[in-house]
């Protein structure tokens, strides 16, 4: 869902997949993170579908 709104609101992003690329699942435990989807920005990280957050990133 977050792939699509992104694409949708015409954001652009670097998909990470998991599936892929294992190694990054060490990172997002490093950081605390505990669920996917994860958002970086530079102004804003978003863990989870957060359409909310996610529209700020579009302005």
Do not use: C, Y
């Not at 920005?41 to 978003?46: L, R, V, W």
Request: cysteine-free; hydrophobic content about 40%.
């Amino acid at each position: 869902m977050a792939k699509r709104f992104l694409t949708d609101n015409h954001i652009s992003f670097e998909e990470i997949n998991l599936d892929n690329e294992p190694t990054a699942i060490d990172w997002l435990k490093e950081q605390g993170f505990q669920s996917v989807p994860v958002v970086t920005s530079e102004a804003k990280t978003i863990v989870g579908f957060r359409p909310d957050l996610l529209r700020q990133l579009a302005s």
